[in-house]
């Protein structure tokens, strides 16, 4: 496997852009060596400037479902931008996608489309504590919700601290505003409310944590999520941006059973463009501007190409048979990776929702952000690169989670099985 191009395009790229690229997972710093640099995809495969060619389970980072280069899309965004490529003002493209969203995710009564998760989350809370005019945000370690300045926080170990930033830039008066407590901890949480519901404004959740992996819900954590916020006038959102059209059609809200107040949308949603939206019950979307007084905008939001990407995946996915092919891949791989692991005899803990997986390189039950924290990071790198040399491309980090799509055959899965079966033998062998 040649990466001489890939090599040559990171050396130049380093010169240029921060890390030698434009968001900092894809410099392969949590397993070493150089990133592919990627000249084309198509289905389930990608293909690197070396002509090296991969089964894909990044997919972009969740958003094509549909696989690579979908006919469908390509052929609509190709009629699309014969007609011009932005607007700046309403079109019947926006109206159509707004349509599908509302029909699929009915906690959201209305939507307004955005850029990029980031701006959706970010908005979204804007609105909440426009809504309940109280300043303080709740999330749970682990959970991602976009680079917004109050969001990059993280917390001490034990019950809820004051927030304290993530990043340098971050001021150390807007972390905190945001509380943190471990996910899957509802004592932990009903005590939080029960003691600062005054200043609350909302609870903000992944409501299966995709940023550290794939960290299910205990029976019972999200239906307590629900019902405090529910009595305290808290707005409970789910960000979405993940679990959306990946842990069912209607996300992990449908799956789940629960209703938030607003929602969060990205990845899927644009089909493989820059989308994100963020909707929610009529009287806390009201307020939004133009209709009411909280102010957000967007010079390209409800881009015509960008929804027509997203249309056209919508209609994939409204069809009788996806969810039901998609789950069986996904049964597939499922059963094929846990019994590659067990063969070889590694200790490693699998987890799924829908179409988003990990599997974690510990022996423990992964349930929040410290125990996903138990994963041996260099032998997933070990995992990661020889997976990688057989021609399988999983996220070059232990906590991100894989995907499928509608495009991976039962042939790929196969492979894939093969490839991490052959992998993990030589890492137990060399120890
Ligand atoms: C990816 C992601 C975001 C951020 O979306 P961007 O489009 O990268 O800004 C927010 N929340 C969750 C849960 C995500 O997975």
Same mark, same amino acid.
């Given at each position: ?22 968001? *900092? /997972?894809?410099?392969? $710093? ?66 159509? !996608? ?5 029909? =699929?995710?009915?906690?959201?009564? $209305? ?36 680079? @917004? ?19 340098? #830039? ?17 004592? @932990? ?10 200043? %609350? ?10 940023? %550290?992996?794939?960290? !299910? ?48 949308? #990205?990845? /899927? ?20 501007? *133009?209709?009411? *007084? ?21 209609? /994939? ?9 998609? &789950? ?5 791989? &499922?059963?094929?990776?846990?019994? @590659? ?37 260099? =032998? ?13 491309? !999983? ?10 799509? !509608? ?25």
């Amino acid at each position: 496997m040649g990466l001489k191009k890939s090599r040559l395009l990171f050396e130049k790229a380093l010169r240029l852009m921060p890390g030698g690229v434009n968001s *900092p /997972v894809r410099a392969f $710093k949590a397993v070493g060596g150089c990133p592919l640099f990627i000249s084309k995809a198509k289905g389930s495969r990608i293909y690197d400037a070396d002509g090296n060619e991969y089964i894909d389970y990044v997919l972009s980072w969740g958003p094509l479902i549909l696989g690579h280069a979908h006919r469908a899309v390509v052929r609509a965004l190709k009629a699309a931008v014969e007609k011009g490529t932005s607007f700046g003002a309403p079109t019947a493209l926006e109206v159509e !996608l707004a349509q599908m969203v509302v029909r =699929t995710y009915p906690s959201m009564e $209305k939507v307004r489309m955005v850029n990029s998760g980031t701006e959706a989350t970010m908005s979204a809370i804007r609105v909440a504590r426009g809504f309940t005019k109280r300043d303080k945000v709740v999330k749970f370690e682990g959970c991602y919700h976009g680079h @917004a300045d109050g969001l990059l926080v993280k917390a001490g170990s034990g019950a809820a601290t004051f927030g304290i930033p993530d990043s340098p #830039g971050v001021p150390a008066s807007y972390a905190q505003k945001t509380l943190t407590l471990p996910f899957n901890d509802s004592a @932990a949480f009903k005590s939080l409310i029960e003691k600062e519901w005054k200043d %609350i404004a909302c609870v903000i959740v992944e409501p299966v944590v995709g940023n %550290i992996g794939c960290v !299910l819900p205990k029976p019972g954590f999200l239906e307590k999520l629900r019902s405090e916020t529910k009595k305290y006038g808290i707005v409970l959102i789910f960000d979405e941006v993940m679990t959306g059209f990946r842990v069912a059609f209607g996300g992990a809200q449908a799956h789940y059973g629960i209703k938030p107040d607003m929602t969060c949308l #990205g990845k /899927v949603i644009g089909g493989g463009l820059p989308v994100g939206a963020y909707g929610g019950k009529k009287e806390i979307m009201s307020l939004v501007s *133009p209709e009411g *007084p909280v102010y957000q905008a967007g010079t390209l939001s409800g881009n015509p190409l960008a929804m027509t990407a997203g249309i056209e995946t919508m209609k /994939v996915l409204a069809k009788k048979d996806t969810y039901k092919k998609l &789950e069986k891949t996904m049964q597939h791989l &499922e059963e094929g990776l846990k019994d @590659a692991a067990k063969k070889a005899a590694a200790k490693t803990r699998f987890y799924r929702a829908g179409t988003m997986f990990c599997t974690y390189f510990t022996a423990f039950d992964v349930i929040d952000y410290a125990s996903a924290k138990t994963s041996d990071t260099v =032998t997933f790198s070990q995992f990661f690169k020889g997976m990688l040399k057989r021609g399988i491309n !999983l996220a070059p980090s232990q906590f991100e989670a894989g995907f499928i799509s !509608l495009a991976h055959s039962r042939t790929d899965i196969d492979k894939t099985v093969d490839a991490a079966y052959a992998t993990l033998k030589a890492i137990m062998r060399n120890g």
